[in-house]
């Protein structure tokens, strides 16, 4: 295989190792020495990897070790959810050097609009970070909804609505910007962020679970995201938790969604006219975020009221939950997305208790389900880190054609 094809491999295992020899590569890729030495040799040429001391001898000559030159090359996240816009300035590691957030969704807000505020916020946060624009490789941007098929509407009149199809906003946001510009499902992207930040053992599979406005499912394995056909994986919120529950607007019935969606949790409260006034829940049609911020800060302060909704929201979770950790023999679920702010903890631990009672595996390992240590930034960070991935080494979807791969020499 060509040394280039093989370049974001290694470059995954030195960042999810931190310091390693070339010795640990070889073992750890599976390549030969050899080939390490070759790759390793060009990411040093190319900037994006140094050298730093030397490690203890096993016998022979000290080996010297490798590490990410994190500030050679950055990478812009943008998560576009519904009721807000997250952006994050990433160095080659994933890590955070400047965010920002904006009021602005796809809800209440056209691509136009979207695309000049992500021109003003990226100029914002590179000078903030005092990073030069020559080193940015890129604008990842994670949506919700289904690819190609998206029907979003947005903007006041029927004539100016706007569909926030994928391949519109990549187009435009290419166009507007000049930058290289990789899009990508909001839960596939919590998935590859969470990889990223928690610098997760490329080994050890790991499954994300994005609760935003819908319920999204991501799968790392292997080191790589779980992509299925069309980058449509991941569909949680549509896994049917009671085959004879009402209509979903995705066509089927009793979908997870109408459960526990935030949505639909500010919907039963506001079917509670004593609990939605003691909640001070509004009847404005556009302040379902804010309700759902409400109800969520008092079931964290132990309102029994609120509590009781997003347990029974959790329970629903809990059983999809149950059904792909039985298909998929999954050892740890990680919790994250903008809804679990305030109540992740309560969520996580209705959840562990349901699959250490259900899970078809309980005896024979337990099922360790944590809330994310970065549950706002895991989606803008992984699109981010996607640009990473894609412009420094050729992926499993860059040889499976669906995006050119990029010569590292060319990259930056
Ligand atoms: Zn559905």
Not at 105 to 116: F, M
Not at 192 to 205: N, Q, V
Not at 243 to 250: I, L, T, V
Not at 291 to 316: C, K, S, T, W, Y
Request: one cysteine or more; charged letters at 20%.
């Amino acid at each position: 295989m060509a040394v280039r094809d093989n370049s974001g491999a290694v470059l995954d295992l030195i960042r999810s190792a931190g310091i390693i020899s070339r010795v640990e590569l070889a073992e750890q890729s599976g390549l030969t020495e050899a080939s390490i030495s070759r790759i390793v040799k060009l990411l040093i040429a190319d900037g994006v990897v140094a050298e730093t001391g030397r490690g203890t001898s096993t016998g022979g000559k000290r080996p010297t070790l490798l590490q990410l030159n994190r500030a050679s090359r950055h990478a812009v996240g943008i998560y576009i959810s519904n009721y807000r816009t997250r952006y994050v300035l990433t160095d080659l590691a994933g890590r955070v050097v400047a965010q920002c957030e904006s009021p602005g969704g796809i809800v209440n807000h056209v691509r136009s609009e979207a695309i000049a505020e992500a021109q003003e916020t990226i100029t914002a946060l590179l000078s903030a970070a005092r990073v030069d624009r020559d080193t940015l490789l890129g604008i990842g941007i994670a949506v919700p909804g289904r690819q190609e098929v998206n029907k979003y509407l947005t903007g006041t009149q029927p004539e100016d609505w706007v569909e926030w199809d994928w391949v519109s906003i990549q187009q435009e946001f290419a166009a507007s910007t000049g930058m290289w510009v990789a899009i990508e499902n909001d839960s596939t992207c919590g998935a590859i962020g969470e990889f990223w930040i928690s610098r997760a053992p490329a080994s050890k599979d790991l499954a994300v679970v994005t609760v935003a406005a819908g319920i999204g499912f991501g799968l790392v394995t292997d080191g790589d995201v779980y992509r299925g056909a069309t980058s449509n994986v991941g569909e949680l919120g549509h896994v049917v938790v009671d085959a004879n529950g009402p209509e979903c607007p995705c066509g089927s019935r009793g979908c997870l969604e109408l459960y526990a969606s935030p949505a639909n949790i500010v919907r039963r409260a506001m079917s509670d006219d004593i609990l939605a006034a003691h909640l001070d829940l509004s009847g404005e049609r556009d302040a379902m975020w804010s309700n759902f911020e409400r109800i969520a800060i008092a079931a964290a302060g132990d309102d029994e009221g609120a509590r009781a909704l997003v347990v029974e929201a959790a329970q629903m979770l809990a059983v999809a939950l149950v059904s792909i950790t039985n298909i998929l023999d999954l050892e740890r679920v990680v919790l994250t997305g903008p809804a679990l702010d305030h109540i992740g903890g309560l969520v996580a631990d209705t959840v562990r208790v349901a699959l250490a009672e259900r899970a078809f595996a309980r005896n024979v390992h337990l099922i360790d389900v944590r809330v994310s240590e970065s549950g706002r930034d895991a989606a803008a960070v992984g699109a981010a880190s996607l640009v990473i991935h894609q412009r420094l080494g050729a992926t499993r979807r860059d040889r499976a054609g669906s995006q050119a791969p990029i010569d590292i020499a060319s990259a930056g």
